[in-house]
């Protein structure tokens, strides 16, 4: 099977004093193409932590981080920069776009920050400005756009390099209800479309109906790993 993200026994240790802190503890975890997955638990159990890892952001301790076939835990800093260009995209909760650009060039720059070509750069965005529901504010700021579509407009500049792998941090916690409903959907249609393979940090238990797997993390564990659907009815924790 396809399966762009696997890590097998990914330790992860911070200094602590005198002592480490294990901010991941043997996590094996393994994401296939089209597959979505909700990482929740409580503070400080390890899920941006696990997210910074499988984004080749930070090394671990031990363990080994495969993406797209490719094992990232031994390979050198430039080539580590290089992957995570061509194979993954990154959703953090604020939306970091430029001021100064409108939302169809926030997604040619980065698209021309990997050296492609302008006019093919040109037409991706406007085709996934057209995925995202943003064919009509291509050409807005981001101080035009609501909450929801700057954080759209994020999720399409994520799509831009054809990631494999999509990895998101909260993605609602800034928006209200309705808006978190429509950007964990659209999650999961760009999941679906472009058959990635997402891991979505969220506090929010209401949407992960729409994910398949909900994976709980506690002391930098994975406790439990169920299909979405056992876990949708309970209250949210
Ligand atoms: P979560 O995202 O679930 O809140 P984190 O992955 O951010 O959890 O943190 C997991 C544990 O690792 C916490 O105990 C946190 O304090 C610790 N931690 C995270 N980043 C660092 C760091 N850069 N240095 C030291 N400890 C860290
Ligand atoms: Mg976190």
Same mark, same amino acid.
Not at 15 to 42: I, N, Q, Y
Not at 51 to 79: K, M
């Given at each position: 099977?396809?399966?762009?993200?696997?890590?097998?026994?990914?330790?992860?240790?911070?200094?602590?004093?005198?002592?480490?802190?294990?901010?991941?503890?043997?996590?094996?975890?393994?994401?296939?193409?089209?597959?979505?997955?909700?990482?929740?638990?409580? &503070? +400080?159990?390890?899920?941006?932590?696990?997210?910074?890892?499988? /984004?080749?952001?930070? $090394? !671990?301790?031990?363990?080994? %981080?495969?993406?797209?076939?490719?094992?990232?835990?031994?390979?050198?800093?430039?080539?580590?920069?290089?992957?995570?260009?061509?194979?993954?995209?990154?959703?953090?909760?604020?939306?970091?776009?430029?001021?100064?650009?409108?939302?169809?060039?926030?997604?040619?720059?980065?698209?021309?920050?990997?050296?492609?070509?302008?006019?093919?750069?040109?037409?991706?965005?406007?085709?996934?400005?057209?995925?995202?529901?943003?064919?009509?504010?291509?050409?807005?700021?981001?101080?035009?756009? &609501? +909450?929801?579509?700057?954080?759209?407009?994020?999720?399409?500049? /994520?799509?831009?390099? $054809? !990631?494999?792998?999509?990895? %998101?941090?909260?993605?609602?916690?800034?928006?209200?209800?309705?808006?978190?409903?429509?950007?964990?959907?659209?999650?999961?249609?760009?999941?679906?479309?472009?058959?990635?393979?997402?891991?979505?940090?969220?506090?929010?238990?209401?949407?992960?109906?729409?994910?398949?797997?909900?994976?709980?993390?506690?002391?930098?564990?994975?406790?439990?790993?169920?299909?979405?659907?056992?876990?949708?009815?309970?209250?949210?924790?």
């Amino acid at each position: 099977m396809d399966t762009p993200l696997n890590l097998v026994n990914v330790t992860l240790e911070y200094p602590d004093g005198e002592d480490t802190l294990k901010a991941l503890d043997r996590v094996s975890l393994a994401v296939g193409a089209g597959d979505f997955l909700a990482l929740v638990g409580p &503070s +400080g159990s390890g899920k941006s932590s696990l997210l910074a890892v499988s /984004a080749a952001l930070i $090394r !671990p301790t031990s363990g080994a %981080v495969t993406i797209d076939g490719e094992v990232v835990t031994g390979l050198r800093d430039a080539d580590l920069t290089a992957l995570r260009r061509e194979k993954i995209g990154i959703i953090f909760q604020q939306p970091n776009l430029l001021p100064s650009l409108t939302s169809a060039e926030q997604l040619v720059l980065a698209d021309h920050l990997r050296g492609k070509p302008l006019m093919a750069a040109r037409r991706r965005a406007a085709e996934l400005l057209d995925v995202v529901g943003l064919g009509t504010v291509r050409d807005k700021r981001p101080h035009q756009l &609501s +909450g929801g579509q700057r954080q759209r407009v994020n999720i399409a500049r /994520a799509l831009m390099g $054809r !990631p494999r792998v999509l990895l %998101v941090d909260e993605p609602t916690a800034a928006l209200d209800h309705e808006r978190s409903a429509g950007i964990v959907r659209l999650l999961r249609e760009v999941t679906d479309e472009f058959n990635v393979a997402t891991v979505m940090v969220t506090h929010d238990t209401d949407f992960v109906s729409l994910t398949d797997t909900v994976a709980t993390m506690r002391d930098g564990r994975i406790r439990s790993l169920q299909p979405s659907g056992s876990v949708t009815s309970r209250a949210s924790s």
